[in-house]
Nanobody, 128 residues
């Protein structure tokens, strides 16, 4: 079992930065692939950034490439999303997700259905 708690969301002006954190409980965090997803008002949830279990392989959605960076600290059982040059269209609830260590190979995973554990989300609002 993995429990996830996101933090770091808030209100920021366009062009600003935020760092989201996702703290995990459970002994298997270091074997879990992780991801950040978001749901904007009136839209489906979409992938933002993903990372493999060791943290040496990552990928981001085209819409955030060059602006967002995902990273993890397995000793602290935490995954981060550094968001720079924020735009109003980045406004959304951001969710952290974990894929069971039993199912995670050495790669990252893009699809929602590939993740079995989800946090409650943290709101990010970017004003123009």
């Amino acid at each position: 079992q993995v429990q996830l708690v996101e933090s770091g969301g808030g209100l920021v002006q366009a062009g600003g930065s935020l760092r989201l954190s996702c703290a995990a409980s459970g002994r298997t965090f270091s074997s879990c692939a992780m991801g950040w997803f978001r749901r904007a008002p009136g839209k489906e949830r979409e992938v933002v950034a993903v990372i493999n279990r060791s943290g040496d392989s990552t990928s981001c959605a085209d819409s955030v490439k060059g602006r967002f960076t995902i990273s993890r600290d397995n000793a602290r059982k935490t995954v981060y999303l550094d968001m720079n040059s924020l735009k109003p269209e980045d406004t959304a609830v951001y969710y952290c997700a974990a894929r069971s260590g039993l199912l995670s190979g050495s790669r990252y995973y893009f699809e929602e259905y590939e993740y079995g554990y989800w946090g409650q989300g943290t709101q990010v609002t970017v004003s123009s």
